[in-house]
């Protein structure tokens, strides 16, 4: 490891330690998307590693259990007899190795490893889709806590993903953080990491944990894992994560949605228009189909063109309902397209592209989601 020992100027990093960072975000990248079971002993010594590193006597109880969902109402019988550790763990930790890091980086007069860090760990592996997945199945469970006013409102904290009952430790959430201070000691030479070893092996090793003092809550990982091209939480049919208990979370291109959105006959146009939420709200209009929604919903057509990259096909621009356009940041229109490849059953498949609503060609639009101009998506001879 002397190798990876060590930082050039301005925070340059040498070929092994790139290789070295981009290893370790494939592993974490890698426990992210895992559905492995987890080893009984393995997550008992682990434990234990963890407890002793911040000097605390391992726990008498250890709980495991199959939902992240089944895991608070654990958490929650036990927090009135037991201490939540899992902030204080996390400030520990970090409060050490920062001090450590912050007096060799200036050691070495460098400010930019960090980006560099990141960039190395993201280099063959998309370290931040944990989040991406986390935050969808979150929100499910609080809005579904919220719903059987299982913790007052009062009583949580302003932005309901930071409350007590959802601070875990798990590989989603922590584990990019811990992949950066996993190179930052490494490359920096500190010897003493046994809280960060221990942290970091038993997060890998589970779905996620609470600790507790004499008391810890342990989650099974999830048996399905559904995404999107992107790398969000994506069921098109059926639940996007899974977990061996059954509980299901249902989610639409990294947004949760409502089970009977997915299951069964699409929402009418009057319950898109009546669901509150406006991200959901979007969701089903997607999940409708654009061209069915805008047909529907009586959306008013803007104009229509051949559409030059996909011939015989046409491409239509329509303004959306003020009920829909509630869901966007900005002012959009949605561009009405015909996939340039057949599906299965021979039929071809219309969507909708969202573009700008300044826009009143339909080619201008078109060109402008791929970040062409008009004129090369004309000169197109087909699209894929």
């Known amino acids: 490891m002397t ?11 040498s070929a092994e330690q790139l290789e070295y960072a981009a290893r370790i975000g494939e592993f974490w990248e890698r426990r992210v998307l895992s559905t492995e079971r987890c080893d009984r002993h393995d997550v008992r010594y682990l434990v234990d590693r963890v407890y002793q590193a911040f000097g605390f006597s391992p726990p008498s109880t250890v709980t495991r259990v199959d939902s992240p ?12 007899d037991h201490r939540h550790l899992g902030p204080h763990m996390g400030k520990d930790l970090r409060d050490d190795l920062d001090d450590q890091l912050e007096r060799m980086l200036l050691d070495e007069g460098s400010r930019t490893l960090d980006e560099r860090i990141w960039r190395a760990l993201g280099a063959r592996a998309r370290l931040g889709q944990g989040t991406e997945l986390d935050q969808p199945m979150w929100r499910q469970i609080v809005r579904q806590l919220d719903a059987a006013a299982v913790v007052h409102k009062e009583d949580r904290l302003a932005d309901p993903l930071a409350s007590w009952y959802c601070s875990e430790l798990s590989a989603w959430w922590d584990g990019v953080w811990l992949a950066r201070l996993i190179c930052e000691t490494t490359f920096a030479g500190i010897s003493d990491t046994s809280r960060l070893t221990a942290v970091a092996a038993l997060t ?24 999107d091209a992107m790398g969000c939480l994506h069921g098109e049919d059926g639940p996007a994560l899974i977990f061996a208990d059954g509980y299901a979370v249902y989610a639409w291109h990294g947004t949760a949605v ?25 969701c089903a209009a997607e999940h409708m189909g654009w061209g069915e929604f805008l047909t529907r919903a009586g ?10 990259g996909n011939a015989p096909h ?14 966007y940041p900005r002012d959009v229109r949605v561009c009405l397209c015909t996939n340039g490849s057949l599906e299965r059953d021979g039929s071809a498949r219309r969507y909708g592209i969202v573009v700008r609503a300044d826009l009143d060609d339909p080619v201008e639009a078109i060109a402008d989601s791929y970040g062409v101009s008009a004129e090369v998506y004309r000169g197109l001879q087909a699209r894929r």
């Open 299 to 308: 959306a008013q057509l803007v104009a229509e063109a051949p559409d030059p």
């Open 258 to 282: 409502p089970a009977d959105m997915i299951h069964g006959e699409s929402w009418s146009v009057a319950r898109i228009l009546a669901e509150r939420n406006l991200e959901v709200r979007r």
């Open 3 to 13: 190798e990876l020992r060590g930082i050039g100027p301005r925070g340059a990093l």
């Open 314 to 327: 046409r491409l239509e621009l329509y303004d959306l309902p003020d009920e829909i356009l509630e869901a």
């Open 204 to 227: 890998a090793a589970v779905g996620c944990w609470w600790p507790m003092d004499g008391a810890v809550v342990v989650v099974e990982r999830p048996t399905v894992i559904r995404c």
């Open 69 to 80: 969902v089944a895991g608070i109402a654990h958490v929650m019988r036990l927090a009135a």
